[in-house]
């Protein structure tokens, strides 16, 4: 990627600098991330790009621009664009029942007591549609939010962790004998919903979703990186992933040579995909630019609006509307459209973000935003588990709006 002088886009090259200091002074010198890439874009030109750290503490392997991540949760935004493509071709209605795709599920009901496995349920007040799962208002959950009994059954059953063998059907399957947390479209809660997406993709479109993303998406996008397996060449690009033990140190989590990415057959639409600052910035660019990079449309900009805008009932934002305490967000201000959290009131949020912006993040810290006001995408990178371990996001937005000429 090409760097360009900052002062070029409006962006103060001093202020930008303060951003790798604080990241080196703060976190990568006391040990608290491993490393970091960092990206800053305006007017679709890279302003920043600081590179820094390590991908791999015990191997001493630098980190690099074309360093590979999980991305966990960063995968939602780009199933949820795929989705839409086939929404574009005129193959679903967002208010379609989700039962029209998965017959299984014609007669999910929502729990009102009891414990895995004797739960006591009633009938929906209404089917659940695949415009609740693009919004996180499906009544699903997920197993490691440990808040209900519902949470404990996903933890029992191990639905959506890949064991050998098993795929996205076999997690279908499941959810099928298990009750919803609430009936749709009454509440908001950080789910499993999106892996549920991309098994739709797979029957609306009769094609694998790796397939899918790859024709219709990475190909065209020119993300040559982004996959859900790893090829060999490129596992000595893939970073290790960390957590802190009790004394606050660095562990490895999840080795960077781990075979599970090279073979493996579940294919989480919701947190599954491995990418590069390169490619994501690539997706983030075609997002802001209204569907369109480089000559190739991937989306219409009508319905990318439609995408980002909020559609929690009433225009409320996630602390009125959600049930969880997680997400990859704070809920206060902060609105959610169909794949993407987006700032509906930064006084409320706290946050420099412009109105309108949308974002959202990965359970190892990565982040990105898109601000149209500005003109700006900003996309971070480390891998450090979980992502509410420190506020890189509150601290990134000040440094990266304090640089606004």
């Given at each position: 990627?090409e760097?360009?002088?900052?002062?070029?886009?409006?962006?103060?090259?001093?202020?930008?600098?303060?951003?790798?200091?604080h990241?080196?002074?703060?976190?990568?010198?006391?040990?608290?991330?491993?490393?970091?890439?960092?990206?800053?874009?305006?007017?679709?030109?890279?302003?920043?790009?600081?590179?820094?750290g390590?991908?791999?503490?015990?191997?001493?392997?630098?980190?690099?621009?074309?360093?590979?991540?999980?991305?966990?949760?960063?995968?939602?935004?780009?199933?949820?664009?795929?989705?839409?493509?086939?929404?574009?071709?005129?193959?679903?209605?967002?208010?379609?029942?989700v039962?029209?795709?998965?017959?299984?599920?014609?007669?999910l009901?929502?729990?009102?007591?009891?414990?895995?496995?004797?739960?006591?349920?009633?009938?929906?007040?209404?089917?659940?549609?695949?415009?609740?799962?693009?919004?996180?208002?499906?009544?699903?959950?997920?197993?490691?939010?440990?808040?209900?009994?519902?949470?404990?059954?996903?933890?029992?059953?191990?639905?959506?962790?890949?064991?050998?063998?098993?795929?996205?059907?076999?997690?279908?399957?499941?959810?099928?004998?298990?009750?919803?947390?609430?009936?749709?479209?009454?509440?908001?809660?950080?789910?499993?919903?999106?892996?549920?997406?991309?098994?739709?993709?797979?029957?609306?479109?009769?094609?694998?979703?790796?397939?899918?993303?790859?024709?219709?998406?990475?190909?065209?996008?020119?993300?040559?990186?982004?996959?859900?397996?790893?090829?060999?060449?490129?596992v000595?690009?893939?970073?290790?992933?960390?957590?802190?033990?009790?004394?606050?140190?660095?562990?490895?989590?999840?080795?960077?040579?781990d075979?599970?990415?090279?073979?493996?057959?579940?294919?989480?639409?919701?947190?599954?995909?491995?990418?590069?600052?390169?490619?994501?910035?690539?997706?983030?660019?075609?997002?802001?630019?209204?569907?369109?990079?480089?000559?190739?449309?991937?989306?219409?900009?009508r319905?990318?609006?439609?995408?980002?805008?909020?559609?929690?009932?009433?225009?409320?934002?996630?602390?009125?509307?959600?049930?969880?305490?997680?997400?990859?967000?704070?809920?206060?201000?902060?609105?959610?459209?169909?794949?993407?959290?987006?700032?509906?009131?930064?006084?409320?949020?706290?946050?420099?973000?412009?109105?309108?912006?949308?974002?959202?993040?990965?359970?190892?810290?990565?982040?990105?935003?898109?601000?149209?006001?500005e003109?700006l995408?900003?996309?971070?990178?480390?891998?450090?588990?979980?992502?509410?371990?420190?506020?890189?996001?509150?601290?990134?937005?000040?440094?990266?709006?304090?640089?606004?000429?």
């Open positions: 990627m760097q360009v002088n900052p002062e070029t886009l409006g962006l103060n090259a001093a202020q930008l600098a303060r951003i790798g200091e990241l080196r002074g703060r976190y990568l010198e006391p040990g608290k991330l491993p490393g970091s890439v960092t990206l800053v874009a305006r007017y679709g030109r890279v302003g920043l790009l600081d590179v820094a390590l991908s791999d503490i015990e191997r001493d392997t630098p980190m690099s621009v074309d360093t590979i991540f999980r991305i966990y949760s960063m995968s939602k935004p780009i199933t949820s664009v795929a989705l839409m493509m086939l929404y574009e071709r005129g193959l679903f209605s967002l208010d379609d029942p039962h029209r795709f998965i017959p299984e599920w014609r007669e009901a929502v729990r009102t007591a009891g414990a895995f496995p004797l739960f006591a349920t009633q009938p929906c007040a209404r089917p659940m549609t695949i415009r609740d799962l693009l919004r996180h208002t499906s009544g699903l959950t997920y197993d490691f939010l440990r808040e209900s009994n519902l949470d404990y059954a996903y933890r029992k059953l191990q639905i959506g962790n890949p064991a050998p063998g098993y795929t996205l059907r076999h997690m279908i399957e499941q959810l099928a004998q298990l009750p919803l947390e609430f009936s749709p479209g009454t509440r908001w809660n950080y789910s499993l919903a999106t892996d549920v997406l991309g098994y739709l993709i797979e029957v609306i479109s009769g094609q694998s979703l790796p397939d899918y993303l790859q024709e219709h998406l990475f190909g065209p996008l020119g993300m040559v990186d982004t996959a859900f397996n790893i090829a060999p060449d490129k000595h690009r893939l970073a290790s992933c960390y957590e802190r033990d009790a004394a606050k140190k660095l562990v490895c989590n999840d080795d960077g040579q075979s599970r990415f090279r073979d493996r057959v579940f294919y989480s639409g919701g947190g599954g995909l491995l990418s590069t600052v390169g490619d994501y910035f690539r997706f983030c660019q075609m997002l802001l630019q209204g569907g369109t990079l480089d000559g190739v449309r991937i989306l219409g900009s319905t990318l609006e439609y995408m980002t805008a909020n559609h929690l009932p009433g225009d409320v934002d996630l602390e009125q509307f959600a049930m969880g305490s997680f997400s990859e967000t704070e809920y206060e201000g902060v609105g959610f459209g169909l794949g993407f959290a987006n700032k509906i009131d930064p006084v409320k949020n706290g946050n420099l973000a412009s109105l309108g912006s949308f974002f959202w993040g990965g359970l190892a810290s990565t982040l990105f935003w898109v601000d149209p006001e003109e995408v900003v996309i971070f990178m480390t891998q450090l588990m979980p992502s509410s371990t420190f506020n890189l996001r509150g601290q990134l937005e000040s440094m990266v709006y304090a640089a606004l000429d």
